[in-house]
Each structure stands twice: as C-alpha cells, then as structure tokens.
C-alpha cells in the first residue's frame, strides 16, 4: 500500500491514546469491519514529547498528525499492511 492510499482509505479514522513508552505516545483505532487496526506513535525524543499536548479523551486521526510520525497499519492477522517509519 502507498501511503497517498493509506492517508485517504484511513486518513480520518479516529484514534484513540493507547499507551506511553520510551518518549512514545502511542494511538490505535478500534478494530475496523475489515480486521484493519491502524497505529500511529508520536514523539521519539525529550523535545518533541515536552512540545506535545495529549488528551487521553479526545481522538486524533492520520490525516492531522500522521505526517512525519511512526505510522502502521496491520490486517487481523497482524501482518503490516503499510508502514511510514522516519528511521
């Protein structure tokens, strides 16, 4: 998949805080009709995590923050599908 087709099939599903881990915020959405379930981790370092404002409650979506970040999404098998990694 290219990430032009992954930003416009996914690009707007709601995401949703799951976790944090090493300088990581991570979000997922809920498994789609599909077995799709798209994973998004924001920051990576001590300054981009301190420039970060999260809200736990409130969902975020590919099209809005996914540019330049860690972006993934896997099939209900748990195969990648796609993956944006900046590494």
Do not use: C, R
């Not at 599903?13 to 944090?20: E, I, K, Q, V």
């Not at 915020?25 to 999260?54: P, T």
């Amino acid at each position: 998949m290219e990430d032009e087709e992954a930003f416009e099939k996914y690009g707007d599903t709601p995401l949703y805080f799951s976790h944090y881990y090493n300088f990581l915020f991570v979000f997922k959405s809920a498994v789609l009709d599909n077995g799709d379930q798209i994973f998004l981790q924001l920051g990576g370092n001590m300054e981009k995590v301190s420039a970060l404002v999260v809200d736990a409650q409130e969902p975020i979506t590919l099209n809005e923050n996914g540019d330049n970040e860690i972006a993934f999404i896997k099939n209900k098998e748990k195969k990648v599908l796609w993956k944006q990694d900046l590494e």
